[in-house]
């Protein structure tokens, strides 16, 4: 489990650090540039839209972790915003929460104890 929640603060740090970087050389203009390549028909845009896919798999998945109640779904509607940046935190402290427990990281405790 150290070396899972070591890969979090990696992930976590590289992108905050890589995304401040960007939005001080391009501006916040992240929703233009994403669909903008996707309107090209071109592999950015293939990307972009393969990445949007698992964007709304994460955040379907955050939701129903929680049983789709009103916090699950605002978690999900950060997960599908917040991509890679909220999946870490989140996971970190799931992790933590669980106690290492994966099936109570993975179904969230409501399911993991039925």
């Known amino acids: 489990m150290t070396a899972f929640r070591t890969l979090l603060v990696l992930i976590f740090a590289a ?3 890589y ?11 992240l929703l233009g540039v ?3 390549d996707m309107v090209k028909m071109q592999w950015p845009g293939q990307f972009n839209l393969d990445f949007m896919f698992m964007l709304t798999l994460s955040g379907l998945w955050v939701a129903w972790r929680h049983q789709f109640k009103a916090a ?16 870490s935190v989140y996971l970190f402290i ?6 290492g427990d994966m099936r109570v990281v993975l179904l969230g405790e409501a399911r993991a104890q039925g």
Do not use: C, D, H, P
């Not at 799931?94 to 106690?99: D, M, Y």
């Open 19 to 29: 995304t401040v970087l960007v939005i001080g050389s391009e501006g916040w203009n």
């Open 72 to 87: 699950g779904l605002g978690l999900g509607v950060l997960a599908f915003f917040g991509g890679a940046l909220f999946l």
């Open 15 to 17: 992108l905050t650090t």
């Open 94 to 99: 799931q992790t933590l929460r669980a106690k």
């Open 34 to 36: 994403f669909f903008a």
